[in-house]
């Protein structure tokens, strides 16, 4: 019986082995060799991620509509920068990661990426200058986005130009990864039917009552106002102080914000980790003697235009018949400043794409020394210029600028002799440095200071200057009433805010100026 058993066993085998074999056969004969088994996708990964995510990208994108859509120059900034801070902190934590500490346990650049964000967001909420306002929105974006790549991808560049890569690599992540948040909600759903608590069951059962009293709530207010003058009143006094114009009848722009800033965070955060980053990679070095001839013949140029620098800016030789010294200080100034721009990538690139050589550094060096002769000409150009017309927005801009170029021009001139600099980290802490010391200083304050003490101040001044320096005209008094006037659409919009409004549009130098305009 044993060995029948055996055979019949060993006959059924070969059966079905040969119709495995016929199957692949057939397959094989209609042109359409048997494919490969599909890899099983990681289902519980997919499941941990979204219960990770999900929750973050959704306060996140509420958030950012709620206190910032139409709103970037408030108390609310800061607020949402906290919000912000805290679901990165709440994902690491849960990820593994550590938002301000690097793999040792050390506290890493990230602490300072967090420290620079929340001082940004404090000056959208402290000034009301659209410029610093801007300013402070690029900072903010771009820091942001650092720390991002350093907390999930472990990304940081050593030059700019390779950090500058990693960002716009980034930036097209949530683009790349545009149905990840919906195929993996898709995979939670469906893993997870049947598995539901009676307390998850039970805030579905409330979030669907809620949806259909919201219908139900506007009709029967509508229908019951009409029907009650007074009630309606009562309703209409609510309304106007819950009231948010800025939503009313914006059906794409809101929409759109809650769909982007969403996508945006959930991509970053579950796929950043796992994104692969092209990298630069190390360029063919030629022969240095091209670089050498034509940075001979730039570099004569330059100390050509250095020494005349030095003889009718310093020495002030008596210029052609028909120029002032403010006319020649305002006529070279910005293309002295696109030359100098010119300069630092010059340097750069010879730097890194032509071979070691001894008289290729001298010659370098030598425009680094001229580009700083540049630097200080422009300069004392714009201070001629100013001391006769005054200080402006640009004029301040374009000084803070001159100071990030010395820095920069530094940080090149030493990397000439020494490799391995982490360039991009000492700009980047100089330039959040120094725009944040920039910024609090309230530049329009002493931009107006300066002007008011001139013997001629310039004409136009009460209606260059924005509201951080209304107390300043309003103490010298000359410029007051065309100042408040040229405010007085703001001052009416200002009156009309609803209570929300007031509160969600809250500015400490809005608030001020305020006062004052409106009781002077």
Known sequence: MDSINVKTNTSENTVQNMNATGANVVNTANGAPAAAAKPREDVSGLVERCRRVLPKALIFA??????????????????????????????????????????????????????????????????????????????????????????????EGQEVTEQLLYMAQMLFVPIKRLEMPFHDISVTRRSTVGEMSPGKKRARSILIGLLIAIPLMVVILALLSSADMIFGDLVQRILDCIQLPEFGADYFGVPFKLCVSFLAFYCWAGALGKEKFLTLKEGKRFDAVIAITFNAII??????????????????????????????????????????????????????????????????????????VMIASSALRMFLYVGVYGLSHLRVYVLWLLVVLVVWTTLLTISIYRQGIPFFRIITVFVSVWYLAFAFSVPDRWIAAYDLQLEVPPVDLAYEVYPDATKVILEDGRYWEDYRENNQYDIEHYQKRNALQKVRKFNFAEEAAMKLMINN
């Not at 500490?101 to 909420?125: H, P």
């Not at 721009?341 to 680094?368: D, P």
């Open 62 to 155: 509420i958030s950012a509509v709620l206190l910032l859509y139409r709103n970037r120059t408030s108390i609310m900034y800061p607020i949402f920068m906290g919000i912000s801070l805290g679901l990165l902190a709440w994902d690491c934590k849960q990820a593994g990661k550590s938002l301000i500490r690097g793999a040792a346990g050390k506290l890493d650049i990230k602490l300072f990426y967090c420290i620079v964000l929340c001082l940004l967001s404090v000056t959208k909420c402290v000034i009301i200058s659209p410029d610093i306002s801007w300013g402070s929105g690029l900072g903010i974006l771009l820091i942001w986005i650092c720390l991002l790549l350093k907390v999930y991808a472990d990304r």
């Open 299 to 372: 570099a004569v140029i330059y100390l050509i235009f250095s020494g005349i620098q030095f003889v009718y800016l310093v020495g002030r030789m008596e210029l052609p018949g028909g120029y002032t010294y403010a006319e020649y200080a305002h006529e070279g100034f910005y293309q002295l400043l696109a030359v100098t721009i010119l300069n630092l990538i010059l340097v750069s690139f010879c730097k890194k794409h032509f071979g070691e050589n001894i008289a290729l550094k001298a010659i370098l060096t030598v425009i680094s020394l001229c580009t700083y």
